[in-house]
């Protein structure tokens, strides 16, 4: 028989996470409409992103629970590929572009959609002879300084990009942006002044929003013509939140990941007793401690000490001491008849928000569930 962990993902819980998006979105557009009297408004189209093995969740499980999405983003060539292959027909954007001239071939076959961020991509791009024209974004670096063209650079390559569009080499030609404040309290103002300033009179789709700029300034997104405005969420998508302060089930957000145990052992500890490496938890009155089928080989976090919650039997109690590599400990104390094979969940539908383990572990949920170790087997329910 295995050990007793596994991690269930639930597809509904994608499907119904992106249709809270969708939600939220159109009610942005109907109040821009509001406003507006007289210009038609339409909602944002989304790109789900599933980089990171759909943020650890699989990326068949993402494509089957974010079929309803105009698009799927992501970074690896060979991912975009298999998404075609097994009959994904919508957009796909390859989020980073494409890192060689050879990796062309494959944008274009199967007919992906590609970010431009430098001079050397569009370089690539200028000397390839496509079969069918490539639908690209041209990124603009408007403060994040990771990709993109700087400000003064931008105008210049956009033109590039334009002749390379006249060409037949170039088809749709968007404009993007990624905030690296939407979550905080500097926002995106900034930035999004920026990306206005420089490209915002130039003609194609826009896409600047990734969750925490779609669930916080959705308005900012909503356009007058239909495909004219993408946003990227991600981590939203999964049912964890992107901001350190709002939960995501108070957006109405579903956790798609449940990591689940069971106990395997229990210890009745004595005051002064001690439990797991470097003793880190001694028992100050009699305490029983059972012990998990969970360990940072697993993908739980090892630096979520005493504390973290966790739910044992549905009832919500406490990690103990330090987490090992295949084993953690658990305050028993208010489940006094959890025996051994009782169940325990480490977070998820059942459990604590992975976002509350990730706080306890000085973490986000974000890497929580991109680290899920391939060794926990894997469970899809519809
Ligand atoms: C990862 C990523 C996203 C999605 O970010 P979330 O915070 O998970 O919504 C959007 N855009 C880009 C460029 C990204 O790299």
């Not at 003064?152 to 334009?162: L, N, P, T, V």
């Not at 925490?212 to 964890?240: F, H, K, N, Q």
């Not at 489940?335 to 998820?348: E, N, Q, T, Y």
Request: a neutral charge; glycine letters at 10%; aromatic letters at 6%.
């Amino acid at each position: 028989m295995p050990r007793p962990i596994s991690v269930t993902i639930s597809v509904s819980a994608l499907a119904h996470n992106l249709g809270v998006v969708r939600q939220h979105l159109d009610q942005a557009t109907a109040a821009g409409a509001a406003r507006s009297a007289g210009t038609p408004r339409v909602p944002p189209s989304i790109w789900a992103v599933i980089k990171a093995h759909g943020y650890g969740h699989g990326i068949e499980q993402a494509m089957q629970g974010f079929a309803q999405a105009d698009g799927l983003a992501m970074l690896d060539l060979a991912e975009a590929a298999h998404c075609r292959e097994s009959g994904w027909g919508k957009p796909l954007l390859l989020l980073e572009g494409y890192f060689e001239p050879d990796d062309l071939h494959v944008v274009d076959r199967h007919r992906l959609t590609t970010v431009v961020h430098c001079q050397p991509q569009l370089d690539m791009l200028a000397r390839f002879r496509p079969q069918h024209p490539l639908n690209i974004f041209l990124k603009l670096n408007t403060g994040m300084n990771r990709l993109g063209f700087e400000p003064g650079a931008y105008r210049q390559a956009y033109r590039h990009a334009q002749e390379l569009q006249a060409r037949g080499v170039v088809g749709t030609l968007g404009r993007m942006t990624h905030f690296a404040n939407a979550d905080g309290p500097q926002g995106i103002a900034a930035q999004h002044d920026v990306f206005r300033r420089v490209a915002g009179d130039l003609p194609g789709p826009a896409s600047v929003c990734n969750s925490a700029a779609t669930l916080r300034y959705p308005e900012i997104a909503v356009a007058d013509s239909p495909a004219a405005s993408w946003v990227r969420p991600g981590i939203c998508l999964y049912g964890a939140s992107p901001f350190f302060d709002t939960d995501a089930a108070s957006f109405g957000l579903r956790p798609a990941m449940s990591l689940r145990s069971r106990i395997i052992a229990i210890q009745a500890l004595q005051p002064g007793d001690t439990v797991g490496y470097g003793s880190l938890f001694t028992a100050q009155a009699p305490t029983r401690v059972g012990v998990v089928a969970c360990g940072y080989a697993d993908g739980y976090p090892r630096h979520a000490g005493t504390g973290t919650p966790i739910v044992v039997e549905g009832v919500r109690t406490r990690v103990l001491g330090r987490v090992s590599m295949d084993m953690l400990a658990v305050d028993l104390t208010p489940v006094p008849d959890a025996s051994i094979g009782a169940p325990v969940s480490l977070w998820g539908a059942d459990g604590p928000s992975v976002d509350e383990v990730a706080q306890a572990a000085g973490t986000i949920g974000y890497e929580l569930l991109c680290a899920l170790a391939p060794r926990v087997p894997v469970r899809t329910t519809p």
